[in-house]
């Protein structure tokens, strides 16, 4: 496998010096423990929002950090969750002083880091409120298995819960806004190519040249079930089918879609998709309010798409349009 | 039975033979957690343990405890993954059950220290026995430990039996379908697979009764 990089063990910290050179308007880093925070962090008196986990999902989290965003980022090692070290440090670094909240995408090992992490923080007197994403709606049997992963959604919920921050909401009240983005936020992915990780130099998975994986994790695990290849529509139709049923989503609701590439994808064909999403919203009476197409929450270079639907209040149209200037988000500025 | 088990040398031997093993057997790890993970584990764990090397072991502990709390630091800072704050719970819980104990461990202070260990990685980790984890390699470990110490055994076929029912408790690992971390995502397909934390965990188990107990040796 083809890989743009020099060492193998370079990546992570390499890539985020590139992201410093890129931005050094919007951001800061530090290396060992690796993290990327908003510039001139910390911002007194105001709530900071901290979110981290494996590297290989680019832009998020780092891309998704500075004004009306995330404060603060931690990268771990490709699809590795950051250490509780380095979120620790990341949580001190941004606290000013009305508290820190966790954006967790539910993963054992994320969930287990910033566990530790927030008992670290909380011994030294900085209030945590962390908050687990878990929005896949590919993965069905809660009871048996880790939970739902958390997927698209925490885009969303960075966004609209860093607005509530910038605007000057209280810690729970931030924390409030990850929840209900979180409570109305649902997604599904597939995939149509394996990712490779640096460090394994071979593809996770094999996927034959006819076949798709439905229901795929962000990691390259595989996904609910394989079946042979479809046109965009019918794939489309597939993953809304389990998202709008899982809410569910009824006619009339207010809703944001998010049409997110895997990161080997080209816009054209997320295009093609979104324009199947509005045609699907609206023969099922859902109003398109605001929609998002773009690699935003990425495997790597795989090939795919996935879908999120957020049901849509006063309350979150007006924090999702607020201002927001990050590498990877920005208008209203 | 009374003699000393595991004092600072043997710890070290310990950590330093587990460090190799790990780093041998990375590739196998890793395509073991390709199988029904995130295809790292072996990575991960190879880096932890170099900085195990480079951090804990390259310091010197004049106790079990003050190594075994070094290592758990190690591999806090450097894992990742549910691996990293599984492992170094395991350490620390280890390192805080042998505080004080500067003078080496008996055979059952270090199962009562492993012991400790142990229903820490459960505490952290919430899982039960035969979800597919860590626990259904060192839960059958405990056992064995547990009858050997029982039956008044030697050192080394007490940690030899512990190691080996690691291993079967690995390898029955198989057959299940996994209830938590990544693996469980997959239902029905985690079947058939191995899991790669039960392997890292017998092999954790293989390298103690190796440091203690070289095979051909005693």
Redesign the interface.
């Known amino acids: 496998m083809k890989k743009l990089i020099n060492q193998v063990d370079d990546v992570v910290a390499e890539a985020l010096r590139g992201m410093a050179a890129a931005h050094p308007d919007l951001i800061e880093i530090n290396l060992g ?1 690796d993290y990327v925070v908003r510039r001139g962090a910390p911002a007194p008196g105001r709530v900071a929002l901290v979110s981290g986990g ?1 590297s290989g999902h680019e832009p998020m989290h780092g891309g998704f950090v500075g004004l009306g965003m995330l404060a603060g980022a931690c990268p ?11 979120i620790y440090d990341c949580t001190k670094r941004v606290s000013g002083g009305a508290g820190v909240v966790h954006i967790v995408k539910n ?3 994320d969930v ?2 910033f ?2 992490a927030a008992e670290l923080a909380q011994a030294d007197g900085i209030e945590v409120q962390a908050v687990v994403i878990d929005d896949d709606v ?2 069905q ?1 809660s009871l ?3 939970g739902r ?1 958390g997927v698209g959604t925490t885009v969303l919920a960075e966004k609209i819960a860093g607005a509530r921050a910038e605007e000057g909401g209280t810690l729970s009240e931030v924390a409030d806004a990850v929840r209900k983005v979180n409570e109305n936020g649902r997604s599904m992915g597939m995939a149509l190519t394996s990712c490779t ?1 640096p ?2 130099g071979k593809p ?2 094999e996927l034959g040249d006819d076949e798709m994986e439905i229901g795929i ?1 962000i ?4 996904g609910r079930e394989r079946m042979a290849l479809e046109p965009a529509d019918r794939i489309v139709d597939r993953l809304l089918d389990a998202v709008l049923g899982d809410l569910p989503f009824s006619g009339g609701d207010r809703v944001l879609a998010f049409v997110n590439g895997m990161g080997g994808t080209p816009l054209i064909e997320l295009y093609i998709a979104m324009r199947r999403v509005a045609e699907v919203l609206s023969e099922r009476g859902l109003r398109l309010e605001r929609s998002l197409v773009g690699s935003y929450i990425t495997s790597l270079e795989m090939a795919g798409l996935s879908i999120t639907m957020l049901r849509l209040d006063d309350e979150l149209l007006r924090l999702w349009d607020a201002p927001v200037h990050t590498a990877a988000l920005r208008w209203g500025v | 039975m009374g003699g000393v088990t595991l004092d600072a040398a043997t710890a070290r031997r310990w950590l330093e033979l587990l460090g190799d093993e790990l780093s041998a057997r990375a590739e196998e790890l890793t395509r073991l957690d390709a199988a029904i993970g995130d295809a790292d584990h072996g990575t991960n764990m190879a880096r932890g343990f170099r900085a195990v090397r480079e951090k804990a072991l390259a310091q010197d502990h004049p106790d079990v405890s003050g190594l075994l709390k070094a290592t758990g630091m190690a591999l806090i800072g450097t894992v990742g993954g549910a691996a990293g704050p599984l492992y170094g719970t395991l350490f620390l819980r280890m390192s805080q059950a042998t505080a004080g104990r500067d003078g080496g461990l008996a055979l059952a202070d270090v199962r009562d220290a492993l012991r400790a260990g142990v229903q820490g990685v459960a505490d952290r980790g919430k899982a039960q026995p035969g979800d597919k984890t860590m626990l259904d390699a060192l839960l059958p470990a405990m056992e064995a430990l547990d009858a050997a110490v029982e039956a008044g055994a030697a050192t080394d076929g007490a940690l030899r039996d512990a190691a080996d029912a690691a291993q079967r408790g690995a390898e029955a690992t198989v057959p299940l379908r996994a209830r938590k971390g990544r693996a469980s995502y997959l239902g029905e397909r985690s079947i058939g697979h191995q899991d790669p934390g039960a392997t890292s965990s017998a092999i954790l188990l293989r390298s103690l009764a190796e440091a203690i107990a070289p095979e051909g040796g005693d």
């Open positions: 423990p494996g771990g090692a490709v699809f590795t969750s950051p250490t509780p070290d380095q993963y054992t090992g287990l880091n566990e530790m590919a993965v049997d048996y298995t880790a992963r990780v460090a394994a996770t998975f994790g990691h390259g695990e595989p």
